[in-house]
């Protein structure tokens, strides 16, 4: 089994929604967390994309409907298996304390990971981010993640497939 991640969201104060149709608007807002999503303004990269994937799909601003829904894309790692992950970098230090995941379930192959974990760079190396409580693995919602805040240019979401 691989993971995908449909949209990564690291926030701080006010929800910036870009990129939702119109007819979406309503319903992402009422569904999306609360805070700016900084994931605009980052550059993504990931231990690897599959080739029919879009690692964009990771700060495009959208938000999905459901854990299926591919109407704007989604990043995806097939047909790696075991640990990957996904990354933030930012060109100035930003200040965190709240990471958002809308998890990509196909129910067919691509499944949910069987755990995950936050990392953010403190200048030399990825530490775990301390004191992290929710990491939730649920399907067709955003799992919040909340943490002392931290103050970063790198965040890193590891995530274990579940094999």
């Not at 060109?91 to 809308?102: A, G």
């Not at 990971?113 to 981010?129: H, I, M, N």
Request: charged share 20%; aromatic share 8%.
């Amino acid at each position: 089994m691989t993971t995908r991640i449909s949209r990564l969201l690291a926030a701080v104060t006010a929800l910036a929604i870009v990129n939702a149709d119109w007819a979406d608007t309503r319903a992402a807002e009422a569904a999306a967390p609360a805070g700016t999503n900084l994931a605009l303004v980052a550059t993504t990269s990931t231990s690897f994309v599959s080739g029919h994937e879009t690692i964009t799909a990771l700060n495009d601003g959208s938000h999905p409907a459901h854990s299926d829904d591919k109407r704007h894309g989604a990043y995806g790692n097939w047909p790696q298996a075991g640990t990957q992950w996904v990354q933030y970098d930012w060109s100035q230090p930003i200040q965190t304390n709240r990471m958002d995941v809308y998890w990509f379930d196909d129910q067919r192959g691509v499944r949910l990971p069987k755990a995950c974990r936050l990392k953010s760079w403190d200048g030399a190396t990825f530490v775990e981010v301390a004191n992290a409580t929710g990491l939730g693995l649920a399907k067709n919602r955003f799992n919040t993640t909340t943490f002392p805040e931290v103050t970063t240019t790198k965040l890193r979401l590891e995530m274990d497939g579940a094999e």
